[in-house]
């Protein structure tokens, strides 16, 4: 396992040597939402807690909890190649987003043999 999840949230995996300590953060929102444990079994249990405080704060609050990703994002690519993406999407007949999209799609299957 590369990353932890629970409700819809996902934690990486950290070690440090010099402290001799799992650690990680929440990714795919801004909050910062971070945990840590001597083992790995300590490391998801601090990340299950961090991300059921922060749930609980956010209802305390009155604040909606963030989403981690939400389906969009920028990106930032040279000119020549936006361009020749948005010929060849053209040529596909379909818009520069599915062009994209599928594109990721197709890398993802290839590194994980998972479909998405």
């Known amino acids: 396992m590369k990353y932890l999840e629970y409700k819809g949230y996902s934690g990486s995996i950290e070690y440090s040597r010099e402290d001799n300590l799992f650690y990680g953060k929440v990714i795919g929102i801004q909050s910062l939402i971070s945990y840590e444990g001597k083992t790995g079994k300590e490391l998801e249990h601090d990340f299950k807690e961090a991300v059921n405080e922060y749930l609980e704060t956010c209802k305390k609050q009155g604040t909606n909890p963030e989403k981690p990703f939400k389906g969009s994002f ?29 594109s990721i799609r197709d890398k993802i299957e290839r590194e994980t043999g998972t479909s998405v």
């Open 74 to 102: 920028n990106v930032r690519i040279s000119p020549k190649l936006h361009y020749k993406a948005a010929l060849l999407a053209k040529e596909e007949k379909m818009s520069l987003n599915n062009f994209v999209a599928e």
